[in-house]
């Protein structure tokens, strides 16, 4: 009754490649692998926007999703969860000026404030807002996830077509950012999460995001838009002893690890530790999957195990 009954296996889709995942729990909050494989996509196959049409061929991603989960093991399952491409979602912290007196106009504010953020009316958004603490000024403040109508339709009705039931439909960096909430014993953390047009970015207070950027940048400027964001943070969130960020969750194949030890360096005066697969509470099999491969599937899928 309290506790969502959320599917225990996961896909990841990207614009490169989808990879279906199973979980086992491992006790004390640690998971391990125990049904995984990943597929590349051709390109053009699925294209991630937040406003256009994402799939080109839903017969022939079908026919490949179905592949993956033939590969896995996980053939026979119809209860998904699902992390979806990162440019298909938007997320972004709302914050108010002032709470309204009611429901309905409390709602009509967020809509507004949404639409402005995200760029599309808020009757064409899927939108999911969850309350979070309030800015040093006491104002309110709602963490915010849209994706369009639309283009969660493309998606949905083609799990349906298969009778599958996607049960929890998360956006990657939503997905990855589950890893760090109680991980970090209370303290700040951040996700860079990276993508072939920049990079998302969550900071982690605890177990709630105070700031999300979603940059597009060339992978030549990557560098100075991080150090940007360390920046920031040492300017304008940085408190105290306690709130000095000291963990980095790295998502991608195209992050230099060593350069951003450089960069955080630099930025913050300490280099950050850069925190592995064991570190978050997932282990990994001996093989080919990789931490970039499973870290959004099975970051959603962690959920319903």
Same mark, same amino acid.
């Given at each position: 009754?309290?506790?969502?009954?959320?599917?225990?296996?996961?896909?990841?889709?990207?614009?490169?490649?989808?990879?279906?995942?199973?979980?086992?729990?491992?006790?004390?909050?640690?998971?391990?692998?125990?049904?995984?494989?990943?597929?590349?996509?051709?390109?053009?196959?699925?294209?991630?926007?937040?406003?256009?049409?994402?799939?080109?061929?839903?017969?022939?991603?079908?026919? &490949?999703?179905?592949?993956?989960?033939?590969?896995?093991? #996980?053939?026979?399952?119809?209860?998904?969860?699902?992390?979806?491409?990162?440019?298909?979602?938007?997320?972004?912290?709302?914050?108010?000026?002032?709470?309204?007196?009611?429901?309905?106009?409390?709602?009509?504010?967020?809509?507004?404030?949404?639409?402005?953020?995200?760029?599309?009316?808020?009757?064409? @958004?899927? @939108?999911?807002?969850?309350?979070?603490?309030?800015?040093?000024?006491?104002?309110?403040?709602?963490?915010?996830?849209?994706?369009?109508?639309?283009?969660?339709?493309?998606?949905?009705?083609?799990?349906?077509?298969?009778?599958?039931?996607?049960?929890?439909?998360?956006?990657?960096?939503?997905?990855?950012?589950?890893?760090? &909430?109680?991980?970090?014993?209370?303290?700040?953390? #951040?996700?860079?999460?990276?993508?072939?047009?920049?990079?998302?970015?969550?900071?982690?207070?605890?177990?709630?995001?105070?700031?999300?950027?979603?940059?597009?940048?060339?992978?030549?400027?990557?560098?100075?838009?991080?150090?940007?964001? @360390?920046?920031?943070?040492?300017?304008?969130?940085?408190?105290?002893?306690?709130?000095?960020?000291?963990?980095?969750?790295?998502?991608?194949?195209?992050?230099?690890?060593?350069?951003?030890?450089? &960069?955080?360096?630099?930025?913050?005066?300490?280099?950050?530790?850069?925190?592995?697969?064991?570190?978050?509470?997932?282990?990994?099999?001996?093989?080919?999957?990789?931490?970039?491969?499973?870290?959004?599937?099975?970051?959603?899928?962690?959920?319903?195990?």
């Amino acid at each position: 009754m309290f506790k969502p009954n959320y599917p225990k296996c996961a896909l990841g889709l990207e614009a490169e490649s989808v990879t279906a995942v199973a979980l086992r729990s491992e006790g004390r909050g640690r998971f391990g692998i125990s049904q995984a494989a990943s597929v590349e996509l051709p390109d053009e196959l699925l294209v991630p926007s937040f406003l256009e049409t994402n799939i080109s061929n839903r017969d022939e991603l079908l026919s &490949i999703i179905e592949d993956v989960c033939l590969r896995a093991g #996980l053939a026979g399952e119809k209860r998904w969860s699902v992390s979806l491409p990162g440019n298909t979602a938007r997320t972004t912290i709302l914050t108010l000026e002032n709470e309204s007196a009611s429901k309905k106009e409390l709602s009509d504010v967020l809509d507004w404030k949404a639409e402005h953020s995200f760029g599309a009316p808020a009757r064409e @958004l899927r @939108l999911a807002l969850t309350k979070i603490s309030p800015d040093r000024e006491g104002r309110s403040r709602y963490f915010a996830t849209a994706v369009t109508l639309a283009v969660v339709d493309e998606y949905e009705s083609m799990f349906e077509s298969r009778g599958w039931q996607a049960g929890l439909i998360l956006p990657r960096a939503v997905s990855e950012a589950n890893w760090l &909430i109680g991980r970090s014993g209370g303290r700040d953390s #951040l996700l860079i999460s990276s993508q072939n047009d920049g990079f998302s970015a969550v900071l982690m207070r605890g177990s709630e995001p105070v700031v999300v950027r979603n940059v597009t940048c060339t992978e030549s400027e990557t560098d100075d838009e991080i150090y940007r964001l @360390l920046m920031f943070y040492n300017d304008r969130l940085m408190s105290g002893a306690w709130d000095v960020l000291r963990q980095v969750l790295l998502v991608g194949k195209g992050i230099d690890r060593d350069q951003i030890r450089s &960069i955080s360096g630099e930025a913050l005066g300490h280099e950050l530790e850069i925190l592995r697969a064991s570190d978050v509470g997932l282990e990994l099999p001996p093989g080919s999957i990789t931490f970039d491969d499973v870290a959004a599937p099975a970051g959603v899928a962690m959920l319903g195990v």
